[in-house]
């Protein structure tokens, strides 16, 4: 069966740097899409960016497309999202999720959710 | 971008009840809309895709309908498990936001 299993919880200061896995199961790795979507404690789902595996080609987020870099490891079935320069606004639970390379854009399955907390 | 709206941004209902939400784009996204359902501390789960398909394994109580700009959600008799909060999102060109969610709560 399909599933995606990501990184524990991270702790950072300001300023840090933190790097979210989310280590793919279940199909063909390369022939889908992976997604970003992070969610701030109490609100609502925001949509970070994908990346396809099978050419690493990205589509970040205008709000933080200076401070993500989105990756994938064909070898280990392994996406990871970095995310730099963290602010307090930055604490949330961050959500990989699979996504069809067929312009839908339907999330249809998604990793457990890894809490980043930026705190000083 | 396109922004998304949703209303009501919360409502209380009973076991039994229908339940219509409504989702619009700031302009035409034809039929790219997508409804997840989000319980807390877990992650979303896709309900609806392409605005009226029903995801594989959802229950047929769930529907929706819409096109362009305004879309709806129907519950057509709630269950308990479908107190949650439910969100739409586009899929019409990056960056596909989701609206900012309905939560569904018991009357």
């Known amino acids: 069966q399909v599933q995606l299993v990501q990184s524990g919880d991270e702790v950072r200061k300001p300023g840090a740097s933190v790097k979210v896995s989310c280590k793919a199961s279940?199909?063909?790795?390369?022939?889908?899409?992976i997604a970003w979507v992070r969610q701030a404690p109490g609100l609502g789902l925001e949509w970070l960016g994908w990346?396809?595996?099978?050419?690493?080609?990205?589509d970040y987020a205008q709000k933080i497309q200076d401070r993500v870099t989105m990756t994938t490891d064909l070898s280990t079935h392994t996406a990871y999202l970095e995310l730099r320069s963290l602010r307090s606004d930055d604490t949330a639970t961050y959500y990989c999720?699979?996504?069809?390379?067929?312009?839908?854009?339907?999330?249809?399955?998604w990793g457990q959710g890894s809490l980043v907390t930026v705190s000083s | 971008d396109i922004q998304m709206t949703q209303s009501p941004s919360s409502l209380s209902a009973s076991v039994g009840d229908r339940v219509i939400i409504t989702c619009r784009a700031s302009?035409?996204?034809?039929?790219?809309l997508n409804w997840y359902q989000q319980k807390p501390g877990k992650a979303p789960k896709v309900l609806i895709y392409?605005?009226?398909s029903l995801q594989v394994g959802v229950p047929t109580r769930f529907s929706a309908s819409g096109s362009g700009t305004e879309f709806t959600l129907t519950i057509s008799s709630l269950q308990p498990d479908d107190f949650a909060s439910y969100y739409c999102?586009?899929?019409?060109?990056?960056?596909?936001?989701f609206g900012p969610g309905t939560k569904v709560d018991v009357k």
């Open positions: 279940g199909y063909a790795f390369s022939s889908f899409g």
């Open positions: 302009q035409n996204i034809n039929n790219h």
């Open positions: 999720a699979r996504d069809p390379i067929n312009g839908w854009h339907t999330f249809d399955h």
């Open positions: 999102q586009h899929s019409y060109r990056s960056p596909f936001t």
């Open positions: 392409a605005a009226s």
């Open positions: 990346i396809t595996p099978y050419n690493g080609e990205t």
